[in-house]
């Protein structure tokens, strides 16, 4: 079967993750308007409960598979061996989950989030069903967009006609379920065009459970670290806190995954060519990777610290102002998460280094919820936001500390300098325009459009690569014209 560029794999999956983040900045802002804090921090606080055991039920299955996959992806007997005793593992995880689940809900202290946690986890059957990994392996990004715009359009008139008062949070909440899940009904039809299920004579479990576990740990670790500040701001603090802090993560979330989405189509193809031993193939995707995220996610970051009040209140409307002082504090999250999950998920995994990875997330885990555990009880959202960017620069560090281990490139951060010294320059631009006093909507036009010049306009002045490879681009295009 054909395997289309990563070129097309990485445009189809931008488009799908653009329409991910098209859905939530249609629907978050208009949901927030009509729940209000603390209908919306209901509703987080009570998927960041759910969220633990849809982690458990997926295991560490979908990377695992999508690695081992793309080895075999050529021979169908074996593939169809490995999706038949990866879907049998993956259907008693999933049992045991939301047994478990249901358990953890009948809890005194989650008495008024039952019905959302039960509504949330079912998202762990839709995942098995779905088999989304299956796609992955076989680069069928097309089938994924599709699908997935199809269900995110049903949901958002949905949302319009059935969310109109602040008691209809459920309905919001299963409305999430559908728009991120529901499409995978179709999934398992879809995926006999690629394998035959439980067409193999004998089940070998075993040897798949000890990688699985490694990443699955990586997984419980990283949803600790990524989740922990919401779960324990609901048990420490209120729903009000959990929702002006859901505003100013969703945003900051939102932007770190924009940058990422053409990350996520590398996996199967990195593990392939290191199975094929092609290092320079290999090098070179991994370079250009790293300086699209930092060129990308450095402005961001400034740019966030620039406009968090704006974009808050674009975002959801009043009664959030004091989610803008978080999204501040954030902003340097959005760099530190997607390079952790860049190494993580691009580097260690096909190198089959997940034990490091492993290590990393739980330290980051860890340091994470000792400061939630100080900082929420004396300074509440903000101590979380602070906690939250700490743990994420923890993992970082350790990452990197591990990476020389088994991988050495003296040129992969050469240009991140160049990066940093234009950001602080158009980060001092964006303040003059602050102080010009413009209205709301033309001061993020004049300061995103100037700033941009600026950032670029130093990048040029410090011949910076991906300036010129834009450059290039842009003549490209318009000779084709």
Partial sequence: MKVRSLKFNSVVNLIKTILGIIFPLITFPYASRVLGATGIGKVDYANSISNYFILFASLGIATYTIR??????????????????????????TVVAYICLFICSSLPVFKNYQELILLNGTIMIFDLIGVNWLFNIFEDYIYITVRTLAFQIISLVLLFVFVQTPEDYLIYAGLIVFANAGANIFNIFYGRKYVSF????????????????????????????????????GLLKSDYDVGLYSAAIKINRTLGTLISSACAVLIPRLSYYIKMKMEKEYRNIVNTTVNYILSLSIPCAFGCALLSSECIFLFSGKGFEGAAPIMRILSPNIIFAVMNGFLAYQIFIPFGKELYTCIATFVGAILNVVLNSIFIITFGTRGAAVATVLAEISVFIILMYYMKKFYQDKTLFKEVWKYLVAGICMFIVGLGIAALGLGLILKILVTVVI????????????????????????????KRK
């Fill in 68 to 93: 081992e996959g793309a080895k075999v992806r050529d021979d169908k007997k074996k593939l169809d061996q490995l999706v038949t005793e990866i879907f049998v593992i993956n259907s008693i995880s």
């Fill in 198 to 233: 439980f067409k193999c004579s004998k089940l070998n479990l075993k040897k798949h459970l000890k990688p699985i576990f490694i990443i699955f740990g990586i997984g419980i670790a990283s949803q600790i670290y990524l989740n922990i500040d919401t779960t324990m701001l």
């Fill in 451 to 478: 700033c941009i010049i600026c950032y670029f306009g130093v990048l040029m002045i410090l011949k910076a690569k991906i300036a010129f490879v834009v450059i290039d681009m842009l003549k490209a295009r318009i």
